[in-house]
């Protein structure tokens, strides 16, 4: 057997026993119905799971089916339509689970294990490469997600909130979208930002989020400025977009501006925003910093909180 089938093999061998199909039922007038599936991945002991908020939302009744086919009950956790993420509880013994891996170094190229089931077939595998990085999402709730991973695995119905996994198995990314009538364009949250995600869920079932209104690119800062500047970023953030009507239209924030603080922090990549924009106490005026043209600057923004 040649060398690159051994490497999916040994990957998928690492991982399938965590994946479970996830069957999302209403309540009926005289027995549950079943209203939609999609897959999930196990990765506590107690049994919790990641999958996507839009496999589950309204669901009266969860049931999981596991690699043997054996059938487990499950209940909500959390869920966050923002980023398209949800926690459930798998009750059952001896359960199977994941290892997440980090999105940190990912590298365009690099190769990509998707595990699911799409179209009702179960635990169907399909490979692929790290198309781009750094891509935006727009959710079901409207909401943007910044730092997606692009890739040309294969992905279908029923793939939703599955796995993807690097070439040891371990969790990179949750599988959450595929682009209507394009071909070998599929898209899944990196697994840093899941984790966050994940955390708060668990915590207290949902996810306080301050909004900006930037459309964000992690980038690059030219070394020259950095040293110029006594700056310590390995990276910023490249302001796309701005939305109308939002804090960052009002603030001095332009299109092309790369952010390198916020809240007097250093702000690398996506992630650390988001941590910043996690916590209610955000909600007042802060300071941002940005290069323009390569000067510096440092504006004042007001965050506000999200919608529900």
Same mark, same amino acid.
């Given at each position: 057997?040649?060398?690159?089938?051994?490497?999916?093999?040994?990957?998928?061998?690492?991982?399938?026993?965590?994946?479970?199909?996830?069957?999302?039922?209403?309540?009926?007038?005289?027995?549950?119905?079943?209203?939609?599936?999609?897959?999930?991945? %196990?990765?506590?002991?107690?049994? @919790?799971?990641?999958? !996507? &908020?839009?496999?589950?939302?309204?669901?009266? *009744?969860? +049931? =999981?089916?596991?690699?043997?086919?054996?059938?487990?009950?499950?209940?909500?956790?959390?869920?966050?339509?923002?980023?398209?993420?949800?926690?459930?509880?798998?009750?059952?013994?001896?359960?199977?689970?994941?290892?997440?891996?980090?999105?940190?170094?990912?590298?365009?190229?690099?190769?990509?294990?998707?595990?699911?089931?799409?179209?009702?077939?179960?635990?169907?595998?399909?490979?692929?490469?790290?198309?781009?990085?750094?891509?935006?999402?727009?959710?079901?709730?409207?909401?943007?997600?910044?730092?997606? %991973?692009?890739?040309?695995?294969? @992905?279908?119905?029923? !793939? &939703?909130?599955?796995?993807?996994?690097?070439? *040891?198995? +371990? =969790?990179?990314?949750?599988?959450?979208?595929?682009?209507?009538?394009?071909?070998?364009?599929?898209?899944?949250?990196?697994?840093?930002?899941?984790?966050?995600?994940?955390?708060?869920?668990?915590?207290?079932?949902?996810?306080?989020?301050?909004?900006?209104?930037?459309?964000?690119?992690?980038?690059?800062?030219?070394?020259?400025?950095?040293?110029?500047?006594?700056?310590?970023?390995?990276?910023?953030?490249?302001?796309?977009?701005?939305?109308?009507?939002?804090?960052?239209?009002?603030?001095?924030?332009?299109?092309?501006?790369?952010?390198?603080?916020?809240?007097?922090?250093?702000?690398?990549?996506?992630?650390?925003?988001?941590?910043?924009?996690?916590?209610?106490?955000?909600?007042?005026?802060?300071?941002?910093?940005?290069?323009?043209?390569?000067?510096?600057h440092i504006f004042g923004i007001f965050p506000e909180k999200r919608a529900a």
């Amino acid at each position: 057997m040649d060398d690159y089938s051994k490497t999916i093999i040994t990957a998928v061998d690492e991982i399938k026993h965590a994946v479970v199909k996830i069957e999302a039922l209403k309540n009926g007038k005289r027995k549950p119905r079943p209203v939609g599936s999609g897959s999930g991945f %196990i990765f506590s002991s107690d049994g @919790l799971a990641f999958t !996507n &908020s839009h496999v589950i939302h309204g669901a009266d *009744k969860l +049931e =999981v089916v596991m690699l043997d086919g054996t059938r487990a009950q499950a209940e909500l956790i959390g869920e966050d339509p923002d980023t398209d993420l949800a926690i459930i509880k798998v009750f059952g013994d001896q359960l199977s689970v994941s290892t997440l891996g980090d999105s940190e170094g990912l590298q365009i190229g690099q190769l990509v294990i998707a595990v699911g089931n799409p179209l009702g077939f179960q635990q169907s595998v399909t490979t692929g490469v790290i198309s781009g990085l750094g891509r935006t999402l727009r959710t079901q709730s409207g909401m943007l997600i910044d730092n997606v %991973i692009q890739t040309d695995a294969a @992905l279908n119905p029923g !793939n &939703s909130g599955g796995p993807l996994t690097d070439a *040891k198995g +371990e =969790v990179i990314g949750v599988n959450t979208a595929t682009i209507r009538g394009a071909q070998g364009f599929s898209l899944s949250i990196d697994i840093d930002k899941a984790k966050l995600i994940a955390g708060q869920l668990i915590e207290k079932g949902f996810v306080f989020r301050a909004k900006l209104g930037f459309i964000l690119q992690e980038v690059t800062i030219n070394t020259k400025i950095l040293r110029h500047y006594g700056l310590q970023n390995a990276g910023g953030l490249f302001v796309v977009r701005i939305e109308p009507n939002s804090p960052a239209a009002r603030s001095q924030v332009e299109e092309g501006d790369i952010i390198f603080s916020f809240n007097n922090k250093t702000v690398n990549s996506t992630i650390d925003l988001f941590d910043e924009l996690s916590d209610q106490r955000i909600i007042t005026m802060v300071d941002i910093g940005i290069i323009r043209h390569s000067e510096k600057h440092i504006f004042g923004i007001f965050p506000e909180k999200r919608a529900a």
